[in-house]
């Protein structure tokens, strides 16, 4: 291995994980198909760029984070099995994600129609809230990093995330979070860009951007630099993608507003509760779960830190163009700081303007000077609102029961709001949480809306065969995922084929919110076994099968002695088999046997006839071949022989 090292196909990383062939390459790392030799299974290696080898801080860094997401499991998270450094290789071990990445499917259809973009964001925001659980938070949620792969039989799309700590730990190296924006531009939150703040509302605002991108088939902010990008996620509301694509469901719009509200105290307080309003909102649309269709059968690559137009990473201190905002990049935070316009110096009095006009100086500063003071009272404005007098500070509610909370805030001078969101922590009926927060500024006689919890959830009464999709509507309703793996499915007397057989867990279970509840479906009525055909001449057995509603076919012949020429040998499937394909087709094969006649007291000349005409060859031993009278033979008469083969006739005299 050496540091040149742009293919590193058949190169074995502390001498067990052996990397095989590319599939994607970015601006910080490579991904490639791998082998962990020791437990024989197939892998994804992601392999640093070798300039981070050198840096201790983000070696550091790297596998504190590796640590931390290796300790994620969760379906819809792609799991971490290893991390290492190989020389001057820093490399991360995952699960191999059969599939493509949400960009493709995006590069594929455009926007994604409203199901589809709801099923998506569902399975991605299950996994942020596993995340935000365990304490995690993600800081470059985007497309790029939400990967689609396949699974059961028939396959479909489970959506997984990847790359939880991977901008942190980049960020580590030789650079500060304080003066360095790194992450992807078109979906960076306002705090990210202005003071570097990443936590679980921050990724609330990416995962709003990506509902948003996958509503319209475009990013809200476009811009020919990163910069320009980043100031307008600070200074501009993102648009309903009603705006874009007519038809957006008014609630919908009003989720994407609200998740990427600018003040993080307005958006849902982590991917958990960001979760709850969408399925809220789905079921109030009567939206069932639809499958994630694979993103083409021969994706084209990408990395979840890939960039495909430009560098995944630029240096900090010197920053390039760039022509798109997907990739993750680091840029000088003061380079995103709001400016005021600059008014160019005056010219000399005399001094003919390009219009043909003369300059008038003093007009001219006046009334930047007056613009300057109204700008300034604007932002002065802005930034206080309401005067301390008129803001009080909400009072701490969580633990308490609603008639506490709401007494609390009454007394305070606020109006009380409840709503309820699953809890694995709170117990039910008591609040988790107030918005705006405790300790918030709020204009006194403002409505705060309190969080209260309805427990764990439990796994819903789902009967024997209701619909799949009304097993998973319930489970997805009790705040669960539902999975189903079509190669666990069962056939069933009772249970009409595609209708659920099982639940497990078992119904009434208690567990955490987004734990998965596996689905057994019903594969119909057990297949009918083969009925035994052996030995009955070729016609009976062919109606014996349709009978049994299978459909027999000639499969070939073969010798045998225990059958009667012509008879049936065996079927495919054997007898008391079952057909796997669901054809009904059964093979039938048939004894090629030839039945050696009698031919003892006949005329030679009239048994050489018989034996030849059944397929056999004559052998004549005697005085007299011609007009000689049989009197043995051998093989005997009846016995079943070979086509071809030779009998052996003895005549007299």
Known sequence: MTTTDTGLAGTLLERRYRVDSPIARGGMSSVYRGVDTRLDRPVAIKIMDPRFADDRSFVERFE???RSAAKLHHPNVVTVHDQGVDADHVFLVMELVDGG?????????GHLDVPLALAITEQMLAALAAAHAAGLVHRDVKPENVLIGRTGTPPTGVVK??????????????????SVILGTVAYLAPEQVTTGLAGERGDVYSAGIVLYEMLTGQAPYIGDTAISVAYRHVNDDVPAPSTVIPGVPPALDDLVRRAT????ELRPADAGAFLHELRRIRASLGMGPVAVPVPGDKPAPSLPDAERTVPAFAPVGNPSPVTGPRGTRAIPRTMAAPAFPRTPPPAPPDEPRPDGGAKRPALIWSLAAAALVLF????????AGPTSVDRTAIPQVAGMDQATAAKTLS????????????????????????????GSGAVHGSQVTVVLSSGRPTVPDISSNTSLTQAETAIIAAELIPQHDANADQFSTTVASGNVISVNPQPGTQLDVNAPVSIIVSKGQPPQPVPDVVGLPRDQAFAKLQAAGFQPFDAGSEFSNDVPAGAVTKT?????????????????????????PSVVGQPVQQAMQALQQAGLQVDVKGRNHGFGIVIQQDPDGGSLVKKGTK?????FP
């Open 261 to 264: 509200r600018r003040d993080p």
């Open 411 to 438: 007394d305070a001078g606020f109006t009380p709001k409840f709503t309820q969101q699953r809890n694995n922590t709170v117990a039910a009926g008591l609040a988790v949480r107030s918005d705006p927060g405790a």
């Open 101 to 109: 990445t949400l960009r493709d499917l995006l590069e594929e259809r």
């Open 376 to 383: 300034g009272i604007g932002i002065w404005w802005v930034a």
């Open 572 to 596: 495919s499937p054997a007898e008391g088999g079952q057909v796997s394909d669901g054809s009904k087709r059964v093979g039938v094969f048939t004894n090629n046997a030839v039945e050696v």
């Open 64 to 66: 504190r984070e590796a």
């Open 161 to 178: 995330v990847a790359d939880f700590g991977l901008v942190r730990a980049v960020a580590s190296a030789g650079t500060t979070s304080s």
């Open 647 to 651: 009998v052996t006739l003895r005549s």
